[in-house]
């Protein structure tokens, strides 16, 4: 298989309707303006250029995504950030369609497989936001059809591309560390291990702007060997684990329904046909869900994101051999076959989001939901369409129409991120001192108490994030609308 199956205007059209239909999806689904927490910190620092050294900077995705937020059109500088996933995820559907057929050579698996990862909820969730998942994504399966391209005895450009691609990668999210094995499996079974040396050498430039990056602007945060160890290897990783398993279990089947079915048939299919490829992608699946599932965060459903792009391409394997055993049988005729294909990988999930999102209040207990003035959590987190999302701007009009001069808020990320956007992207009251309760060097009290006698003081929330009862022994807390005063109590 060779990239000449560009030049082939079957497959070329094929590929062009898909990109076409899911660009058409994420762009009608795209969310409006800013958001909250992680995608509002995006949106300001991809705005700002505000570009940080190391991996957990995501450096890459800031130098990319700046430019794009510059655009003297479609929208706020918020929305543009937002058009970046929707490029990027687009991109990562037609790549899957492409190893699809890379693998098989048909274009209906190729579609189908991709569409179910289109579909698929929490991928369009972060197709529609501003995220560096997408991003990621796109650039790593780009890897993944570069490698398979090549099936001769020598290397060549693609591999040094795609090997350039995967270290590249890790400037953009660590996400690409559990996929080294895949990588370095697919690439020593085809080569001699001084061939498997150069490859590596000529990847290794994709640390240089890294490299540039760290020695040139400041980090966020420390990347120290205790803190990756502690990301990959928790020493508490088995608690909890047939919790964490049953909700991974869970995710899947929220993620694909009936097509989960058909993905673990196209496992047992690729490993009776091309042992070699199965392998490579069960590395990536395993690699991948592995890390995911030991990474034990409120929003570890994220994590799984190259999972499901495995997983996709599994579906798109077990989907060509499903419709063509039942083709060969002739007992129904193939638009029939294609109908029933094409409700449960696309249609059906669909309509599940919808159900969920009106009974999400019910899932609390599994999925803690977080209540934020303005926002709907259900809708929020089950229903991928963001293209009415403006609560977060709501919220921002809100705050800032109480809170008088001079005035000081702590928030948590969630809440501080979005206030943040509009006040250095937009220019919103800059004479308000908004503080992150993250970057907090003193006590709570002890920083409260250091302010000046006559500057109001807020806080954003009460909830978990806010040492409730230590303030109130120096502080009453009112409510007033959406934020909480904070007045000093007598001695």
């Known amino acids: 298989m060779t990239l000449v199956i560009f030049s082939r205007w079957p497959t070329r059209t094929m590929f062009l309707a898909l990109g076409i239909v ?44 700046h430019p794009i937020t510059q655009l003297p059109f479609y929208g706020d500088p918020a929305r543009r950030a937002n058009l970046l996933s929707a490029l990027s995820g687009t991109a990562t559907v037609i790549l899957v369609a492409v190893v699809i057929y890379q693998i098989n050579g048909s274009l209906i698996a190729g579609v189908l497989g991709a569409g179910v990862l289109a579909i698929s909820h929490t991928f369009w969730l972060h197709s529609v936001i501003t995220e560096v998942y997408t991003f990621h994504l796109a650039m790593v399966t780009a890897a993944a059809w570069l490698m398979g391209i090549n099936n001769g005895k020598q290397i060549n450009w693609t591999d040094v591309v795609a090997w350039f ?18 990588f370095l499996y697919c690439t020593i079974v085809r080569w001699r291990m001084r061939q498997t040396f150069t490859l590596l050498a000529f990847g290794l430039l994709g640390l240089v702007p890294l490299i540039y990056w760290e020695l040139n602007v400041p980090a966020l945060g420390s990347a120290s060997g205790k803190k990756l160890f502690n990301l990959f290897f928790p020493l508490a990783f088995w608690q909890g684990t047939p919790r964490y398993l049953g909700l991974a279990i869970v995710y899947l089947g929220y993620q694909f329904l009936l097509s989960s079915l058909v993905g673990v048939w196209g496992m047992v299919v690729g490993w009776c046909r091309n042992l070699r490829v199965a392998l490579f992608w069960l590395l990536w699946l395993l690699g991948s869900g592995g890390f995911a599932f030991i990474h034990r965060v409120p929003d570890q459903y994220v994590f799984y994101l190259p999972t499901w792009v495995a997983f996709a391409v599994f579906c798109g394997l077990g989907y060509d051999n499903l419709l063509s055993r039942l083709q060969v049988q002739r007992q129904w005729g193939m638009s029939v076959l294609l109908t029933i294909a094409v409700v449960s990988a696309w249609v059906l ?5 919808r159900l969920t999102r009106e009974v999400g209040a019910n899932f609390n207990q599994v999925l803690p939901l977080r209540s934020i003035p303005y926002r709907d959590a259900p809708s929020y987190f089950f229903w991928p369409p963001k293209i009415c999302e403006v609560s977060a701007r709501e919220y921002i009009n809100a705050v800032f129409s109480i809170l008088p001069q001079g005035a000081l808020l702590l928030a948590d990320w969630t809440l501080y991120a979005p206030l943040a956007y509009a006040q250095q992207v937009e220019g919103q009251r800059p004479d308000v001192y908004l503080v992150d309760l993250g970057d907090l060097s003193l006590p709570f009290n002890e920083f409260l108490l250091t302010q000046p006698p006559n500057r109001p003081l807020y806080l954003a929330d009460i909830n978990a994030y806010y040492p409730i009862s230590t303030i109130e022994t120096s502080f009453q807390i009112a409510q007033e609308g959406v934020v909480y005063s904070l007045k000093r109590l007598k001695p």
């Open 22 to 65: 899911v660009g058409v999806l994420y762009l009608a689904t795209l969310a409006p303006s800013v958001l909250w927490g992680d995608s509002a910190g995006f949106q300001r620092r991809a705005y700002m250029g505000e570009i940080r050294a190391g991996t957990m900077g995501h450096p890459l995705w800031v130098a990319i995504a």
């Open 165 to 182: 691609l995967v270290v590249l990668s890790l400037s953009v999210h660590l996400l690409t560390l559990p996929l080294l094995p895949a």
């Open 349 to 353: 999930p669909v309509g599940a989001y």
